[in-house]
């Protein structure tokens, strides 16, 4: 199963990650998590959350960069869900072998996050650490910037890139290709 | 009268009641009796500093009036609509089983059978003053037994009317009544009935608006018991009783936006006029029959109010009363009550009873009052406890000094809540609530919750208020939770006061004792029912969320914001304000939104 962990505070706002969840909602297999609408006092139902992760093979973090990281229910989920003894520490082998990536969105230009300036892979690290700590599988990241300067046409033809990610990812996983 | 003597008059009953109540009070005894011992003390039996006993009767019957207008306003049509069945089963069945029991009595005692029936019907009305008083003085309307106690005096009121006819009838004097005159009474009554119903509906509201807007207490207060003085002389001018037309006024009056502020400026005339009743009826009890024949007497006693108490208990067990209520609205009822004077003085008058019988029966109503307050006080004791099995030592008075740092006065709906979240968590409460039936519920789920008046600072006290961190009040009563605040602060300074508001204006009132830490009752349930339908209208769960958030935080400062606006202002303009604050609210909150959704998130 593909558990789709969505994380953005106002998708009725959205153009770029509304358009990419449109792309892949129909994908067999996936789950769509929306956690702003599940928790919206910040209160995660942790059994539930543990539970959806361990019937997983594949995870994907969807969110909107803002303030250079993920919105702040994303880090709240993963103090609150990834206990020792679950996902990690003395028997906390629930997550192991999975696989997980991060699909992201950002207001600015390539430009804004490279040269002297911390890159994406480097924003995004704490998932990756996150992931290696977990046993899991890190996979590279789907990314789109500059989608406030983008054309409702370059938005579809991004998604249509999402999801031939989100697909072949699966796919190559089954064959035992990664 | 002269006026030296009616002042002089009015030192003996006020010296009477400041000091009769207070001592009866305090050793647990209830108002009522204080007041009829007080009135014995100062009667002609006693003192004897005070005669002329039934012109002060007639004069302080006009408390029951006043008293029948302020339960009327406490209770909307609809509400008396609901509670036919119980006025029609209870007090019909109690009227007419107990007249037919006392008239049997009467026969075999050797009266005429005319004379018996007329004593028998006089003999079956209970006091409605004794019982409502008991009732409010205990906060015990709400209970099934009050509610109960309460349709079988509403239709006893209703009876009067036709039991007053038919005395004339039977009486010896040419009681035929002419059939022209009667259609013409009939005609009179229903067109003043629908005169205070329309009026009451379409008249009274404007005129009070103009009289609140004379900012004048004084005229306002004079205007309300105008209202109610003119009411009560129209309608017994068509021959209904001055009690049941003012509380047909009081109905009508239940949903006008000033309900409050009549209920503040009757209830100290209510209270005044009714203590002088019962300090009349204790007058007129008659100490030289008694002493005369005293087993003739005190056997009348007894019986009246074993017949009724078999009857009423009969009729509690019927209805479906709880057993540990089936006493207390007995015992609420059994005595007889102040229109068996009425109806006994007219029945003399119209000859249909002898004078010396009439003298013997209202001295057996008189003791038979007497006697309702003590077993009240017997019922306290003793009864609701054993029907909460609860150990003598764990009574109301001698609760064993709890330890828990927590106190939760009130276990109801709202109680309940707070008290689960407490005890789910591992803090031990004591709890204090005065309804037997909510107890015994919460009891039975292992909960030590315990009976009693907590605006009694020794019930607090014994229930551990002094060693206690926080009390937490949970009354629905708004005028009982701020007396509860009262005592606590003064007898209890160290107590930190946590307290249940029911809207904004109780809250105002708990705020200018000091009190900072309070819920109105209904504002988070509203918010989440608000934000639950804001999700339905195709809001985001954590948009809604954050609109009910905004909410709660402006509706916060809204509240300051009045607490500390001009607190002379009536309520009316004060709400009206608000009302135009909100739409302010909402309309900043709109452009908030707005020009978020303009820059952030996408």
Same mark, same amino acid.
């Given at each position: 199963?593909?558990?789709l962990?969505?994380?953005?505070?106002?998708?009725?706002?959205?153009?770029a990650?509304?358009?990419?969840?449109?792309?892949?909602?129909?994908?067999?297999?996936l789950?769509?998590?929306?956690?702003y609408?599940?928790?919206p006092?910040?209160?995660?139902?942790?059994?539930?959350?543990?539970?959806?992760?361990?019937?997983?093979?594949?995870?994907?973090?969807?969110?909107?960069i803002?303030?250079?990281?993920?919105?702040?229910?994303?880090?709240?989920?993963?103090?609150?869900?990834?206990?020792?003894?679950?996902?990690?520490?003395k028997?906390?082998?629930?997550l192991?072998?999975?696989?997980?990536?991060?699909?992201?969105?950002?207001g600015q230009?390539?430009?804004?996050?490279s040269?002297s300036?911390s890159?994406?892979?480097?924003?995004?690290?704490p998932?990756?650490?996150?992931a290696?700590?977990?046993?899991?599988?890190?996979l590279?990241?789907?990314?789109?910037?500059?989608?406030?300067?983008?054309?409702?046409?370059?938005?579809?033809e991004q998604?249509?890139?999402?999801?031939?990610q989100?697909?072949?990812?699966?796919?190559?996983?089954?064959?035992?290709?990664? | 009268?002269?006026?030296?003597s009616?002042?002089?008059?009015?030192v #003996?009953?006020?010296?009477? +009641?400041?000091? @009769? /109540?207070? !001592?009866?009070?305090h $050793?647990? =005894?209830?108002?009522?009796?204080?007041?009829?011992?007080?009135?014995?003390?100062?009667?002609?039996?006693g003192?004897g500093?005070?005669?002329?006993?039934?012109?002060?009767i007639?004069?302080?019957?006009?408390?029951?009036?006043l008293?029948?207008?302020?339960?009327g306003?406490?209770?909307?049509?609809?509400r008396?609509?609901e509670?036919?069945?119980?006025?029609?089963?209870?007090?019909g069945?109690?009227? #007419?089983?107990?007249?037919? +029991?006392?008239? @049997? /009595?009467g !026969?075999?005692?050797? $009266?005429? =059978?005319q004379?018996?029936?007329?004593?028998a019907?006089a003999?079956?009305?209970?006091?409605?003053?004794?019982?409502?008083?008991?009732?409010?003085?205990?906060?015990?309307m709400a209970?099934?037994?009050?509610?109960?106690?309460?349709?079988?005096l509403?239709?006893?009121d209703?009876?009067v009317i036709?039991?007053?006819?038919?005395?004339?009838?039977?009486?010896?004097?040419?009681?035929?009544v002419?059939?022209?005159?009667?259609?013409?009474?009939?005609?009179k009554?229903v067109a003043?009935?629908?005169?205070?119903i329309?009026?009451?509906?379409?008249l009274?509201?404007?005129?009070?608006?103009?009289?609140?807007n004379?900012?004048?207490?004084?005229?306002?207060?004079?205007?309300?018991?105008?209202?109610?003085?003119?009411?009560?002389?129209?309608?017994?001018?068509v021959g209904?009783?001055?009690?049941?037309g003012?509380?047909?006024?009081?109905?009508?009056l239940?949903?006008?936006?000033?309900?409050?502020?009549l209920?503040a400026e009757?209830?100290p005339?209510?209270?005044l006029?009714?203590?002088?009743?019962?300090i009349?009826v204790?007058m007129?009890?008659?100490i030289g029959l008694?002493?005369?024949?005293?087993?003739?007497?005190?056997?009348?006693?007894?019986?009246l109010v074993?017949?009724k108490l078999?009857?009423l208990?009969?009729?509690?067990?019927?209805?479906?009363?709880?057993?540990?209520?089936?006493?207390?609205?007995?015992?609420m009822?059994?005595?007889?009550?102040?229109?068996?004077?009425?109806?006994?003085t007219?029945?003399?008058s119209?000859g249909?009873i002898?004078p010396g019988l009439?003298?013997l029966?209202?001295?057996?109503?008189?003791l038979?009052?007497?006697?309702?307050?003590?077993?009240?006080?017997?019922?306290?004791?003793?009864?609701?406890?054993?029907?909460?099995?609860?150990?003598?030592h764990?009574?109301?008075?001698?609760?064993?000094?709890?330890e828990h740092?927590?106190?939760?006065?009130?276990f109801?709906?709202?109680?309940?809540?707070?008290?689960r979240?407490?005890?789910a968590?591992?803090?031990?409460?004591?709890?204090?609530d005065h309804?037997?039936?909510q107890?015994?519920?919460?009891?039975?789920?292992?909960?030590?919750?315990?009976y009693?008046?907590?605006?009694?600072?020794?019930?607090?006290?014994?229930?551990?208020?002094?060693?206690a961190?926080?009390i937490i009040?949970?009354?629905?009563?708004?005028?009982?939770?701020?007396?509860?605040?009262?005592?606590?602060?003064?007898h209890?300074p160290?107590?930190?006061i946590l307290?249940?508001?029911y809207?904004?204006?109780?809250?105002?009132?708990?705020?200018?004792?000091?009190?900072?830490?309070?819920?109105?009752?209904?504002?988070?349930s509203?918010?989440?029912?608000g934000?639950?339908a804001?999700?339905?209208?195709?809001?985001g769960?954590?948009?809604?969320k954050?609109?009910?958030?905004?909410?709660?935080r402006?509706?916060?400062s809204?509240?300051?914001k009045?607490?500390?606006?001009d607190?002379k202002?009536?309520?009316?303009?004060?709400?009206?304000?608000?009302?135009?604050?909100?739409?302010?609210?909402?309309?900043a909150?709109?452009?908030?939104?707005?020009?978020?959704?303009?820059?952030?998130?996408r």
């Open positions: 199963m593909i558990l962990q969505l994380v953005h505070p106002h998708m009725d706002r959205s153009r990650n509304r358009a990419m969840l449109d792309a892949i909602s129909d994908v067999p297999g789950l769509v998590n929306d956690l609408e599940h928790y006092d910040f209160y995660i139902d942790r059994a539930r959350e543990q539970e959806l992760l361990c019937s997983a093979d594949l995870v994907i973090f969807q969110f909107p803002y303030w250079y990281a993920a919105p702040a229910l994303l880090k709240q989920w993963q103090e609150m869900v990834l206990l020792s003894g679950f996902a990690h520490g028997g906390g082998d629930a192991q072998g999975k696989r997980l990536f991060t699909a992201v969105t950002t230009p390539f430009e804004s996050y040269g300036l890159t994406i892979d480097e924003l995004l690290s998932y990756c650490r996150t290696i700590h977990c046993g899991m599988k890190y590279p990241p789907f990314v789109v910037h500059n989608v406030d300067a983008m054309s409702d046409i370059d938005i579809v998604a249509k890139r999402y999801r031939e989100v697909v072949t990812t699966y796919e190559q996983m089954h064959a035992g290709t990664l | 009268m002269d006026e030296y009616i002042l002089a008059n009015a #003996i009953y006020l010296t009477a +009641a400041v000091v @009769a /109540v207070p !001592i009866s009070k $050793l647990g =005894l209830g108002s009522v009796l204080g007041y009829l011992i007080g009135g014995v003390i100062i009667g002609p039996w003192l500093l005070i005669d002329n006993v039934e012109s002060i007639h004069f302080a019957e006009f408390g029951v009036v008293l029948m207008f302020l339960i306003l406490e209770l909307h049509p609809k008396l609509w509670l036919k069945r119980p006025i029609l089963l209870l007090g069945g109690q009227m #007419i089983l107990t007249s037919i +029991a006392i008239t @049997a /009595v !026969i075999l005692l050797g $009266l005429s =059978l004379t018996a029936v007329i004593v019907l003999l079956s009305l209970s006091s409605t003053a004794i019982a409502l008083q008991s009732l409010t003085e205990k906060n015990l209970t099934h037994a009050g509610g109960s106690a309460f349709s079988v509403l239709f006893q209703i009876a036709p039991i007053l006819a038919l005395i004339t009838l039977l009486g010896v004097g040419d009681g035929i002419d059939d022209g005159n009667t259609l013409f009474s009939v005609v009554l003043v009935i629908a005169a205070i329309i009026g009451g509906h379409y009274t509201r404007p005129i009070f608006r103009i009289i609140a004379t900012k004048l207490r004084e005229i306002f207060t004079a205007f309300a018991l105008l209202l109610v003085i003119a009411i009560a002389l129209l309608v017994e001018s209904l009783s001055m009690a049941m003012s509380f047909l006024a009081g109905v009508l239940a949903d006008s936006e000033f309900r409050h502020e209920e009757i209830e005339f209510k209270g006029l009714l203590g002088l009743f019962f009349a204790g007129s009890i008659d008694l002493l005369q024949q005293p087993f003739v007497v005190l056997g009348l006693v007894v019986s074993v017949i078999a009857i208990m009969l009729l509690a067990k019927r209805e479906g009363i709880p057993a540990s209520q089936q006493y207390l609205f007995s015992f009822l059994c005595q007889g009550g102040e229109f068996a004077f009425v109806l006994f007219l029945a003399i119209e249909a002898e009439a003298d029966l209202v001295g057996v109503v008189a038979s009052m007497l006697i309702t307050p003590l077993l009240l006080l017997f019922y306290d004791r003793y009864i609701s406890r054993q029907h909460l099995h609860l150990d003598d764990m009574a109301t008075e001698e609760i064993t000094q709890q740092a927590v106190m939760i006065v009130g109801g709906r709202f109680g309940r809540v707070v008290g979240l407490l005890h968590n591992g803090f031990p409460t004591t709890i204090l309804d037997p039936e107890i015994a519920e919460a009891r039975r789920y292992g909960y030590e919750v315990f009693g008046d907590s605006t009694r600072h020794d019930l607090l006290k014994a229930a551990g208020a002094d060693k961190e926080l009040i949970c009354l629905d009563g708004p005028e009982m939770s701020l007396q509860v605040i009262e005592q606590i602060q003064k209890f160290h107590l930190k307290a249940r508001a809207g904004m204006g109780h809250a105002f009132e708990m705020r200018k004792l000091g009190v900072t830490l309070i819920e109105r009752e209904l504002l988070e509203g918010l989440a029912l934000e639950t804001l999700k339905n209208l195709g809001y769960a954590y948009q809604a954050q609109a009910a958030h905004l909410f709660r402006h509706d916060r809204l509240f300051e009045l607490y500390s606006a607190e202002e009536k309520h009316v303009t004060i709400y009206r304000e608000a009302r135009e604050e909100i739409r302010q609210i909402l309309e909150d709109e452009e908030e939104i707005k020009s978020k959704a303009s820059n952030d998130w």
